[in-house]
């Protein structure tokens, strides 16, 4: 029988929130998590396992929504400054910022991988004294950047298992995966991974979410289903500019075109298979008050029950936006920034996650898997792994949010990170830890 | 010197009266003049013109929006049980309903014509006491149609005028031609008129209108300038229906692409080079609620002061058709049905109009050319005449219009037949009198 | 034991078929079912049931979509020249044509309701040979008006499970009613009888559907859940008029207010709590091409999962309604002309059936429950049902429906009648034949 | 006989070029021409004029458009720093920099005042070697802020005649004012130097502006009429956000409402009063892809012929905006932030104005009155000039401009400068040169 001991756990634990709290201060967009990566790089390094960074996980042109060049210049020069480690964060230039590290047990067994996600969310984060970050110091020394969808502690509860599994080595077999995923908000990072390969032979997927919806410390959800499927979409419109008083009729008008937009994209029909969503998040149009405005950029996203659902909201945005711009007589560029298709986990895994999780300490509660309503492109590997023939399972590891996911108040119950460092580790051991296990048929 | 006799022109005059009343009663809609153009076509023979009818003076493929099959078989079929003329009806079978008469004196000189339009409007008449027609017995008896723009005169004045100048064919030089315009409601007629060459060859043209805004009777303005260029269009929206509740997304919703047709038509721009109208008069969508509407069919006019904002308009309206079609995935056809360019009336015919008038029995005041901001598919006929060197006017003769042009209890004040048969007697007289005269260099 | 003759089934289905032939001959749009409503309340007065026709059991004011009165006497004319019974023609003055037919066997026992929709659709049938009332010379005589969704079958199956059940009276106990509801089609009648109170002692209840999304003949559906939840209203905007060239800015364009209420209400958000739906399905709108259109007509529909849903389309619409019309400066009237609410099947009801259907001749196939993505306003009767502590059923009868529901080929294959007389009738014998049966806790 | 030196000529203009210049490399946006203005009052008080700044001849309240008080601080920090004159800075902070110089004859006469404007626009100056200021080295210092408009030359232009007429005055009669003015751009400076009540007793007003569409150097146009009246508008939605995944419909989206006012306002009606505009110039809106557009702001401009239209634009932009508003159950706030009435020139100024002109050296064309199709806030002084009785005269002096006003590429060539300078001088020199002269009756 393999166990862990509690002493090792408590000592990972204590690392970790020293760990998310060092994250929450240092918080990184997506694409840009320099600092973040090659910290963890050199961690799991130091514990044993065999680390790969930046092109040979990270397929470049299946990355979505990279920022420009000044803003990884930026980052990068801030990563620098502040602690990013050389070695691996020069991997990582122009923005592939993915981690993998693998241990290999030498022995034949299962392939079985973990996935936790390192991003930033572009949030002023609160200064309030009720918020902890704030009163304990810990609060994000970047201006309109913020840890406030948990990943700070997801980064370190995978750097912790890593340790634990590390420590246990002699008890597994197969192999164990550990990947360090940038760019999830905005769902753009996952599909780079997923096209270089890293999914193509998982066995078991696990991927754990701090918090969900009212879900109190101590309680888990193992197993979401229902994912909605995603696109998120950048548009512009470019037309002509014109003196609006002197000659409006020689303008080409972008923001014509772009509501005509907004209301054709909301207008598009409920569908038949499932729910959806459709949402122009932002709009930034025109040069000046007195001058036809020339250009328009929207960004939205659709998302949809299923792919069905997706691919019917992704052809008819398609073809609203081509029919705004004519109306205005403008050209339009659409481009594709994220997507994350719908996902479910695997009902044997979701079973044995949750059988571990009823004898795990500090669980008081399993619950019932949920029908999830938001993104997660986490949905991209889970595809991969089950269409591969493996078994995939989604986590949610209860904590109170504050005011919510993506909101500048956001904090966890930092308990929550020693639950999950115990649960994933004990679900590992038990899919790896019997060293004659086969892979599932 | 010559001059006309009074006994003639009160003779015609009561005539002319009776006539109007008669076309009052039995009002006929644009390109189904059967009745009124067939009767009007024997007067004018009777009086010793050369008539034509049909096909020769009246371009098929030129005329615009010309109504169904079923309805000109209805007209025809009322006009014929009523005193149509049998003879010149069968040369207007399908439509053809121009009539041009000829008075070739024989002897060398300019060639004038006047222009009289003939058709009705579907309104339906007034039936209160007040309104004269009702009081009178000579209300419509077609309900829903009535002459509620004063065609019915400007046909009777037409005829009077052919009968005062048959007298005077010797005192006459050159050519004469009286055309009786069928649909200049809609701007659909005038066209096809001077498609068939009718207009080629004029010197001198005429076109009388019975009232204007405010224009008392005794007054008359001999020329107005700057008619609204204008085109007619329907617009067709096709795409396919679908149950509202069980599978809208297999739907092609027209309805939405008239929506956005409509804004987008009326969003059309400003144009520096003078000022622009935009009109969707009707919208007519749907096969019920809850069917994804299939269907949308729009009638919708432009306005400009002059050619150039007319093309603007209506390249404009080509795209924003297109545009909206695409954006929902239907179908559009968009027909032009009516056209009339800009014209202006000629300054020196202008003048000697306002000459005649004032010393024409009647007329207490001769006012000044008028800006228009109506539309006239006479400016078709000005706009050749005056390409070919000649000259052109354009003549208010005022009378009280009820509550205005266009509305059902519109009528005239009949003294300004009289007014108006002497005048153009006159001006044609002054013209073609002299059987010296040459053509205008 | 309670048993029901073979030889009585096979006659009132004959006889039923007939029914149902005359009154495809025959349709009769929605409050206008005269002919219909006051033959069948003839034919079930002479099968011994108690007999309720008019405003006792059909609330006036909660009737929605009324037709207007030429309607409503072209239809009563109609009815009244093709047979329609005079007697109860006449407690159907102005459109309340409802009955309800009553067994009251003496014994105690439960109170068990069957509810039957008798009314036609605003469609052209289907001329050609392969349309089997074509063909065989039951097409409806009324151009426009048709039997396109089976309530000329359930109305025969109404009737002959009142003649079957008059026959086993002394076999029942308790109260068996029978309702035959007018204006099923756009969800406007089922309201009115639930406010006459008609069902609220029912224990049962009842409601037969021939035909959905692709059941054969042989096959039933007993349970139907999720109905869409839905609302009809109607959407009138009144402006001013003026001409379009002269000067438009003195109109009010009510079409302006009806494009940006199309654009808005189909841009509705979509809803967190389950999935929704709206359509604008008709539009008109205009009073002439060169008019500023002062009037607009919309008819539209939303409809949503559950009655949260439902409220929250209602409310958006009323806004978006109200804010296009003020964007255009016109007034907006909006009725509520039809509403159902979402409601369920009760599963021991849907059991029972489902049990009685395995031992029925005729029927092979017994089928789960499905989600409904329809509407029928049968729910305003199951919602009233069930909040009273009542079992309802819904329940479909397979049988191919030509090119669909609400087409002109619309048909069934009448043996479908055959199988609704006697599973209806064995269900009521199921629940009511024990005369010592008690109403349910 | 009142003439003016070569010499003095020759030698203001030289220095008027060289004071353009240095304007032009240090450019102030509207309200914040602290530098520009306080260097301004020092030359005039050098002069011998009277000089008064802020607060008395600018009315607080009647400022548009008054940027932030960050903006203003930073402006007033870059005056300070680059030469901007201490003492008079101080009487304009907050924002107050309108100059009024007065040179009082003590001799009675008319009250004769100048116009100059001072501000800069938002547009980064052109860098390449054709560009004069480029390539002469006074080219803006300001990144994204430039004299694109010659204001630069008008200041300049004004000092200059200063210094002639202090020079002439004992030739002079009469008051003669230069009024210095704010924030033209955007047409939102003149309403408070008007309320302030500095033109309330003006006989005679002249307003400069260097270039107009294709006028050559040596060219000017005494006189233009027709003017657009114009207001220039802020629009703020604000909504509530919402995540557009997890509960889309507890947003209230201000996005959606600014689409339908772009196609709202756009859509606002022709009016046969005179030509009008509409631009929605920019629009920025919402706070991420994902989530609910909680707020949308809009800077629009209305203009029109006359202030019948431009009132008519208004009113209709006012109900365009709440009716959005409420469409999307959002707020709504309107400000205007500029305005500028519809105003013509006095014949007989013009006229007095073209004689002088036709006389003066370096002018070789004279060329008539135009009709505006732009706007200038000038107009509210001519507006109330010509309310109390007096004459306003606008005046255009010719010179190339680059590729335009308001581009990148804007210059004028300077020899304008002198041309201009001769020409104001010698009309005030006529106006008020003859010291008998009384104010026009």
């Not at 149009?285 to 691919?311: C, H, M, T, W, Y």
């Given at each position: ?17 020293e760990?998310?709290r ?8 997506g694409?840009?998590?320099f600092?973040?990566?090659?910290r ?15 092109d040979?996980?990270?397929?470049l042109?299946?990355?979505m ?21 050389p ?64 990943h ?8 912790a ?8 080595r002699?008890s597994?077999?197969?192999?164990i995966?550990?990947i ?5 908000e905005?769902?753009?990072g ?9 999914l ?9 979410h ?6 109190r ?12 499927a ?6 512009t ?17 972008a923001?014509?075109?772009?509501a ?10 409920r569908?038949?298979?499932?729910n959806?969503?459709v ?10 008050r007195?001058?036809?405005p ?26 609203v936006?081509?029919g705004?711009?004519?109306?205005a ?6 481009e ?12 044997a895994?979701v079973?044995?996650?949750?059988s571990?999780?009823?004898?795990t300490?500090g ?5 019932e ?12 590997m ?23 996911h993506?909101?500048?108040?956001f ?5 929550c ?9 004990r ?10 296990r086969?892979?599932p048929a």
């Amino acid at each position: 029988m393999n166990t862990i001991s509690g002493e090792l756990l408590a000592q990972v634990t204590v690392e970790a929130i020293e760990h998310r709290r060092d994250l929450h201060r240092h918080p990184e967009l997506g694409w840009t998590e320099f600092r973040t990566a090659s910290r963890a790089a050199a961690m799991l390094t130091s514990a044993g396992w065999q680390v790969q960074a930046g092109d040979p996980i990270c397929e470049l042109d299946a990355r979505m929504g990279v920022p420009d060049e000044e803003e990884l210049a930026e980052a990068w020069r801030y990563a620098g400054e502040n602690g990013g480690d050389p070695h691996w964060m020069d991997l990582m230039r122009g923005g592939s910022t993915a981690v993998v590290a693998t241990l290999d047990t030498g022995r034949p067994g299962p392939v079985t991988a973990l996935r936790f996600d390192m991003d930033a969310l572009p949030i002023d984060e609160a200064t309030q004294e009720g918020h902890r970050p704030a009163r304990e110091g810990f609060r994000s020394r970047k201006p309109g950047v913020m840890h406030a969808c948990g990943h700070d502690a997801h980064t370190a509860i995978g750097v912790a298992v890593g340790r634990v599994l590390s420590e246990l080595r002699s008890s597994l077999s197969g192999t164990i995966r550990i990947i360090l995923q940038p760019a999830e908000e905005g769902t753009r990072g996952a599909a780079s991974i997923v096209a270089a390969g890293v999914l193509d032979d998982v066995d078991y997927f696990l991927c754990p979410h701090v918090g969900a919806e009212s879900l109190r410390l101590g309680s888990v959800i193992p197993g979401a289903t229902g994912f909605l499927a995603t696109e998120k979409l950048d548009l512009t419109f470019s037309g002509t500019a014109a003196h609006a008083g002197l000659s409006p009729e020689s303008g080409q008008n972008a923001l014509i075109a772009a509501a005509h937009a907004v209301l054709g994209l909301h207008g598009i029909s409920r569908h038949s298979g499932g729910n959806s969503r459709v949402n122009v998040g932002t709009l930034v149009a025109g040069a000046g008050r007195n001058i036809i405005p020339p250009n328009a950029s929207l960004k939205f996203e659709v998302r949809g029950d299923n792919n069905a659902v997706l691919g019917y909201l992704s052809a008819q945005a398609q073809r609203v936006t081509e029919g705004a711009a004519k109306m205005a007589g403008v050209s339009a560029s659409l481009e594709r920034v994220g997507h994350a298709p719908s996902a479910a986990s695997h009902p044997a895994l979701v079973e044995r996650v949750a059988s571990l999780a009823q004898s795990t300490q500090g669980i008081t509660s399993v619950d019932e898997p949920v029908m999830a309503t938001a993104s997660d492109d986490a949905t991209a590997m889970m595809e991969r792994v089950s269409e591969r023939g493996g078994q995939a399972c989604y986590l949610f590891v209860g904590t109170p949010v504050g005011d919510g996911h993506h909101t500048p108040t956001f904090d966890i119950e930092e308990r929550c990170i020693g639950i999950g460092i115990e649960l994933l580790s004990r679900v590992v051991l038990d899919i790896a830890g019997d060293v004659d296990r086969q892979s599932p048929a």
